[in-house]
């Protein structure tokens, strides 16, 4: 009855008071008045790949300054524990494997991977969850790890986990596992808040022992280590490894997609400010509040772009991703995470994928609010059989 409550106050506040407001978008408007990821520095508009993949480590260099802070360095992954885990003990799931990992200087995390059945070399989608691996499967099995630093405080207990998905959707806490794995695809899940706790007070002392200045970096480079551990993996298909997120992990999921070739295709939900939303694009969420609000996310530098654009923008972002499949998702009801900013980002980074002969990046807004839906799957499923043939 408590949870009920909460969960209902929450959602009224959120969607009648708070920041989720009904978006229209003036698609020729907004196209009209998008940025050009072909265009550098100096206003010059690049006409070649090679000229584009000569500037790439610029876009690479100012978005690390100016955004998201250093990259940590290399350090590839190990594997300290591997265990299967019966359906039994983890709500009904099968093929299911916890997999304890290390890289960089000791920093451990566990990763779990749920296989499809079949023989062949599955797709996989490696993704971020909120509350850590335990809560994203149905019941909490205690056979899976808990987290180290369960960050967001409500996700320390279980009780908060039914009000979680009333408010942001079914699928927030953890993915519709039978569904996807039925569909032929591996998933390989991890909680990022084992390596930066996602809290502004614990992540200073995480990020400096990884040579890191921002967690959404910290976490895009724990993608890759997931990656270094998929690619010696047989089962995985090496040409079909997709990064998704919603949110704030969208955002992570955009800057490993764009840092890591091994990546071939990024699914970005309502990653909004820092992701998939333009800076210099004024609504929604601002610069000053997220800056405020999550300071350990960036740069310290991101939050001087308060008040003037930064000379780096997020269209850059999505075009280094070119030319592989890229599906940005927004909800119609999600004014904070600026679908119209994203739409000018995808309009604007589109030419660079034209450039390259990749497909052009597709951007869906679908009906709702800020959460992890039926809809989106069904989104991300349909986008990634169609484009990762
Ligand atoms: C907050 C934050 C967003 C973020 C979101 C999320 O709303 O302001 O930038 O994307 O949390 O991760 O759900």
Redesign the pocket.
Known sequence: MAAFVAAAAAFVWLYWAG?YRTVVLDRSALAAAAPNALDDASGERITTPSAWQARRPEIVESLQAEVYGRIPAGARARIVARALVPATDAGGIAGVEQIEIEAGDGVRFNLVLVMPRGAAPAPVIVMQNFCGNQAAFPGRPRAIAPPRNAYPIPCQSGFFDPPHRAVFGEWMLGPPFQRIIARGYALAIFYGGDVIPDHAPDAPAALAALHAEGAIAAWAWTHARVIDVLAVDPRIDQDRIVAWG??????VALLAGALDPRIDAVVAL??????DALTAHRAG?SVS??TR??PHWFSPRYRQYALRDPPVDQHELLALIAPRPLLVVQGSRDS??DPAGAYRAVVGARPVFDLLGGPPPRFALRAGT?SITDEDWRLTLDFLDARLR
């Open positions: 920041p919603q949110s704030r992990f969208g955002k309502q990653s909004g400010r820092g992701g969420e509040a997220i609000t999550y904070w995470a800020h």
